[in-house]
């Protein structure tokens, strides 16, 4: 993103009025008919452009978008057959920093309709963005190109000259002329397709919709395509490399239900006249919504059923309905400028669990968003958070918006607002909404404007407390039982961004009636609320309120005795709320272990719920003493054996849906932080028998984590041969993120120099991330970071940067090396650092202040509130 500071705010606006980092709005294009002809081997192409405008004022130039091009020929025609003009600009002029060309005229153009004609060559770059380069090796050894895009933000205009802002939408009509042997894929169907000179097929695409320039794809390669599903006359494809259709089938059956869940809910036909589903090797973010040709990172599309952890199984069930949900939401319906982008993303999050909690209601996905709710959560109680809706001046900001608070905070406040409104009333605004601005842009108002004609209530006002501000209250429940909000801060004290006075629409219930109605209340400003007061009554009921709650002592014992007529996300807050409580030093972390001791006598089975307890165990385990050490590892032990030795390292028939999770967390942490002989002996059998049922896809991960804490090289070695031949993404990515794992520092290095040569530089920087947050090896792979800035950041996708980072938030345990860290982090600005730096810092100081309060009490407290005696 970057924050605007001082030094970039906009300059002076233009003569007409918009801000200068805007192009002049004197000229709008309406078509754009593009040719153009890849060189994958030489990785450069070429490409002519005719494009329909009208010309709105009398002008002498015309400036549009465009990055590292040449621009080899411009004409400029009034489209009149019977005598009309044909200009050459006299100048063409490129600004690379500004990233645009302005084409100037001798004289004066009228205004009217006119047509510009550009012929152009560039690069294909090896930056995953714009029209870049993707490469496979095949069974044989043979390396193999791709020529592929990514244009949102601000990248199309890196593949051809455009009006590059989203506001600016038109038509495009693509033709790709490339070698005979290559497929090509854009966003229309194939309208007819033509042999060219020197052994060439030209490939002539349909006219899309008008749209965002962000939108165009093209991807040509050698490239295999499943044969198309029919769903409801939309045909639905997925695109892989060869020799991997028997990944698709997955990918196939969520993307028809997603397409036909999106056509149901919204009452809008598909917008495209395809959807081919596109798998890419070398890929920045998870999946990209290029209308009617969505592409991916490979882990995102391509899975096995058979051989896919649960968790793996949901994260491309996720990702495809994601994406095609966009093709309403953002492609057919498209925010004014980029600040608008959390709503593109925020609707697509929020819809993504709606679709894929109907394709596997079993799955719970309401609940494990409860996870992703708390990550937004874990940052928007910092003084560093930002407000969901943020000022984007110049386009390249843009970048820093696509975080947490964009996604997962923007789709729980969505989330609340349906529930508090109710699922029809809020799907009626929401029809609403995109009938109303089909293939127009709109910005956040409009939204509240149509979810207020549907529900009768309020919403901008109640919804701008939560977009405009930063924060998120914690709703307290006096010892009367009324309500009253103070903002929350892990630093205990408001400042920053974090702001007040929400209005917050409260859920509650008694446990007594459990089949009455949750009852609303708004909460508004800093006046107390009554509420139905009683011991047995529960705040944000159903669980999808983004706030916390604080109950008075009292009440949380009770809650603590009655977790069974909690609903999970229920109890998943209760547990979460407690913990950032003790995390912000306002509650006692014996109440956090308290409950766990709760949980576990309460038979708790679900993994959101438990994933709250093992994330606190991994802050201890980083801040205790050594010398205390052994009493981390005998309370592990305590609460996690008996679980442990109930669920087995074996899926049973009496699993749960989610009990698979449950098991490789509990596993993992019993195996590595809890130390646990027999948990590890068994690991080392599994990983080592010849038999391939003794690791199972859900449990594999955690074997590989704990298998690595004591392995040397056999194991190291066995890992890499993994990773370097999978017989799935997900098993790639299984072994190589758990070469980050090993306990030997020699063993990290070589890991290190493999992330900076052979891995892929869109996975790269996760390793780099899980080698600094490796208990052992952490202070050492971050000072080889140091070591080694210059080449990382020229090396890796802007973009993925930042979450290398997040790892240092785990080197807590000293204030002198966080210290370091924030040092060296200030004074080496990351290019899309902004915020998401700032944050990971301040998590840092959070935790280094949980160890040095809590330090030395934690393993009297372990041992009090879980009867465990140290070392057993
Ligand atoms: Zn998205």
């Known amino acids: 993103m970057s924050a605007p500071t001082p030094d970039e705010t906009p300059a002076d606006p233009s003569a007409d009025g918009t801000p200068a980092y805007r192009l002049p709005t004197s000229v709008r294009p309406h078509a754009y008919r593009l040719v153009l002809t890849p060189d994958l081997d030489r990785a450069t192409f070429s490409g002519d452009v005719e494009i329909d405008i009208t010309v709105e004022r009398p002008v002498t130039s015309i400036t549009l978008n465009a990055a590292e091009l040449e621009i080899t020929s411009a004409e400029l025609n009034d489209g009149n057959p019977d005598g009309g003009y044909a200009l050459a600009p006299t100048t063409i002029g490129l600004d690379p920093h500004e990233e645009r060309v302005e084409l100037t005229f001798a004289g004066t153009i009228d205004p009217g309709p006119a047509t510009l004609h550009l012929s152009f060559t560039g690069i294909l770059n090896d930056k995953l963005h714009g029209f870049y380069r993707s490469t496979f090796t095949d069974d044989d050894g043979h390396e193999h190109v791709i ?118 809910y919204f009452g809008i036909p598909y917008p495209a006249d395809k959807l081919d589903l596109v798998a890419i090797p070398d890929f920045a973010f998870g999946a990209m919504e290029n209308l009617g040709c969505v592409t991916f990172r490979e882990s995102a599309l391509l899975v096995d059923p058979a051989q896919a952890a649960r968790v793996e199984l949901e994260r491309v069930a996720d990702v495809v309905c994601h994406e095609i949900a966009h093709m309403w939401f953002g492609d057919l319906v ?42 937004a959560l874990a940052v928007d109680g910092l003084h560093a958070t930002r407000p969901v809706e943020f000022h984007v001046g110049r386009p390249e900001e843009a970048q820093g918006m696509f975080d947490v608070l964009t996604y997962q905070k923007g789709g729980s406040v969505l989330r609340m607002l349906e529930q508090f409104l109710g699922p029809d009333v809020f799907r009626e605004g929401i029809n609403d909404y995109l009938t109303t ?92 609320a009554a509420a139905p007061a009683g011991a047995g009554h529960l705040i944000n009921a159903g669980g999808s309120g983004y706030y916390r709650v604080a109950y008075p002592t009292a009440t949380v014992r009770h809650l603590a005795s009655r ?64 010398e205390d050490r052994p009493a981390l590892e005998g309370a592990v032990r305590h609460l996690f054996g008996p679980l442990a030795a109930d669920l087995g390292f074996d899926p049973r028939d009496d699993d749960g849906e989610r009990t698979p999770s449950l098991r490789s967390s509990v596993l993992r942490t019993l195996g590595t932080i809890g130390a646990d002989p027999g948990i ?50 997900q098993e790639e ?128 407290t372990l041992t009090a509130a879980l009867g465990a005696t140290p070392g057993h």
């Open 147 to 264: 020529a592929t895009t990514q244009m949102e933000s601000t990248d199309a205009r890196r593949a051809f000259p455009c009006w590059d802002e989203p506001e600016l939408k038109a038509t495009f009509e693509v033709t790709l002329v490339v070698d005979e042997a290559l497929a090509a894929f854009s966003n229309g169907s194939v309208v007819d397709e033509a042999p060219e000179a020197g052994g060439k097929r030209r490939v002539h695409f349909s006219t899309t919709m008008a749209m965002s320039t962000y939108l165009v794809a093209f991807v040509v390669g050698p490239l295999e395509a499943t044969e198309p599903v029919d769903v409801s006359g939309v045909p639905l494809r997925v695109v892989h490399t060869p020799g991997k259709s028997h990944l698709a089938p997955f990918a196939l059956t969520v993307g028809a239900h997603a397409l036909r869940f999106f056509t149901e």
């Open 733 to 860: 990515n299984r072994y190589l993120y758990a070469l980050a794992s090993f306990s030997d520092p020699g063993l990290a290095v070589r890991t290190f120099d493999l992330a900076l040569s052979e891995v892929r530089s869109q996975n790269a920087p996760f390793v780099l991330q899980l080698l600094v947050a490796n208990r052992t090896n952490g202070p050492a792979a971050w000072q080889r970071i140091t070591d080694h800035w210059d080449d990382i950041v020229g090396r890796f996708p802007s973009n993925i940067l930042p979450r290398m980072l997040d790892g240092v938030r785990s080197l807590c345990g000293s204030k002198a090396l966080a210290d370091q860290v924030a040092e060296f982090v200030l004074s080496h600005p990351l290019p899309a650092g902004g915020k998401t730096v700032e944050q990971i810092l301040e998590r840092l100081a959070v935790n280094v202040a949980f160890g040095e309060r809590e330090r030395h009490g934690l393993a009297g």
């Open 680 to 729: 590890r002996a068994e690991a080392g059998r599994r990983f080592g028998a010849a038999d391939t049922t003794a690791l199972h896809p859900d449990t594999e991960s955690a074997v590989l984590d704990i298998v690595a804490s004591t392995g040397g090289e056999a194991e190291y070695q066995a890992f890499l041969a993994r990773y370097r031949a999978p017989a799935t993404p």
């Open 563 to 626: 977790l069974g007529d909690l609903a999970p996300l229920e109890r998943y807050n209760l547990v979460s709320d407690t913990w950032a409580a003790a995390l912000a030093g306002q509650a006692p972390v014996a109440d956090l272990v308290g409950l766990a001791r709760s949980l576990a006598d309460s038979g708790e089975g679900d993994p959101s719920v438990w994933s709250v307890v093992l994330g606190a165990v991994g802050l201890f385990d980083r801040v205790i003493p050594e």
């Open 437 to 528: 601005h089909s293939h127009q842009n709109t910005e956040t108002a409009d939204l509240w404007s149509a979810l207020e004609r549907s529900s009768g209530r309020p919403v901008g006002r109640v919804m701008d407390t939560w977009i405009l501000q930063g924060g998120y209250p914690l709703v307290r429940v006096g010892d009367d039982g009324g309500l009253s909000q103070v903002p929350f801060s892990y630093s205990g004290e408001p400042g920053g961004a974090i702001g007040s006075d929400w209005q917050v629409p409260v859920l509650s219930r008694s446990l007594d009636a459990p089949a009455e109605e949750p009852r609303p209340l708004l909460l508004e400003g800093s006046a107390p």
């Open 334 to 375: 498209t925010m004014k400028w980029w600040n608008g982008i959390w709503l593109n993303e925020a609707f697509a999050t929020f819809m993504e669990v709606l679709a894929v909690d109907a394709f596997r209601p079993e799955w719970q996905r309401w609940v494990s968003f409860g996870v992703e709710r708390e990550a």
